[in-house]
């Protein structure tokens, strides 16, 4: 008798992904509270940082897509901040190159909710690269490229009660206003390396992500000790 699939936004393995869901949410404010166990092995240590960063950032892509993405070498900014200058928690970035991933970009410019449901919308014909229908969730970009999304796919955003004006004039279309989701706030910020425009539905990827000095671009819920763990397990196991 095969076990029953647990829940993504399992209570009990509080397994975080890139979703505003309500449990993630819930999963986020436990984990941030319960410090990270070094009474393991060293290799323990890397298999869990592996594991859950790995949850977090792409889960839906296969090992196997991941380690042909992976780069031994993480970009950084060589910046300094007054006299001192701190080395930046590079280790963060061992996920940098998922960023150019379609569904990634869709996600981090807040015109979804998840990263499943950006994944559906490139699937479904809603997203444009360059003017152009692209819908492989897969696709990476390069730098400059702009994404379009349809604003009717976009589920925070909703028609407006049209004016009197626009009830006097058939024709004209009706504005949609932003109707932010319960537990979303939390997320709703842009990331360094786009350039969203939410009057269009469209984003600029700028550059690849970076590193400065006591600061690294791309979104994590995780420490940049899970990250190097994560890098180093990666790293030592590449083939």
Not at 6 to 27: A, E, F, G
Not at 88 to 108: H, K, M, N
Not at 119 to 133: A, D, E, S, Y
């Amino acid at each position: 008798m095969r076990n029953a699939k647990i829940p993504s936004y399992s209570l009990r393995r509080q397994m975080l992904r890139m979703s505003w869901n309500k449990y993630n949410l819930y999963n986020l404010s436990q984990r941030t509270r319960a410090a990270f166990n070094t009474n393991k092995t060293l290799y323990q240590q890397k298999w869990d940082a592996k594991k859950d960063t790995r949850s977090y950032h792409g889960d839906q892509i296969t090992e196997r897509q991941f380690q042909s993405m992976f780069k031994t070498r993480l970009p950084t900014s060589n910046t300094k901040v007054g006299d001192v200058e701190p080395h930046p928690p590079v280790f963060s970035l061992t996920f940098a190159e998922l960023e150019r991933r379609l569904d990634f970009i869709v996600f981090r410019s807040n015109f979804a909710p998840s990263i499943y449901a950006a994944r559906q919308l490139v699937g479904h014909g809603k997203v444009t690269v360059n003017g152009k229908p692209m819908p492989f969730a897969s696709h990476r970009v390069t730098d400059g490229d702009i994404i379009h999304v349809d604003p009717k796919s976009i589920s925070t955003l909703k028609k407006s009660t049209p004016s009197e004006d626009a009830e006097a004039d058939p024709s004209s279309k009706s504005p949609m206003e932003f109707v932010p989701k319960p537990f979303s706030q939390p997320f709703l910020f842009v990331p360094d390396y786009l350039e969203v425009n939410y009057n269009t539905c469209s984003t600029c990827f700028l550059r690849s992500p970076i590193s400065r000095p006591g600061k690294t671009e791309i979104p994590s819920p995780f420490p940049p000790q899970m990250h190097a763990l994560a890098y180093e397990f990666y790293a030592r196991n590449r083939k």
